[in-house]
C-alpha cells in the first residue's frame, strides 16, 4: 500500500482522510479521519465506509455531496 516513511508521515495529517478500495471497503485511515468516525484507524480496515454513514446521509455520500 503505501511507503512506510510515507505511511508514517500521512497519519499524522491533521486532515482526516480513508483509502477506500472500488468497493467502498476501507483500506486505510489516519488518526484524524478515525477520530471522526470514533474508532481506532486499525479498527476501520477492511470494513465498508458504508457502515459508517447513516441512513439519511446514504443519497448523499453517491450524489457525491
Known sequence: M???????????IEVGYLILNEKGFILA???A??????IEP???TN???SKYIVKEDTDA???GV
Request: charged content about 10%; aromatic content about 14%; proline content about 3%.
Open 61 to 63: 455520500s453517491y450524489k
Open 42 to 44: 486499525h479498527a476501520l
Open 29 to 31: 485511515a489516519n488518526f
Open 47 to 49: 470494513k465498508p465506509l
Open 33 to 38: 479521519g478515525a477520530f471522526m468516525l470514533g
Open 2 to 12: 503505501l511507503g512506510n516513511a510515507l505511511s508514517y508521515q500521512v497519519r499524522l
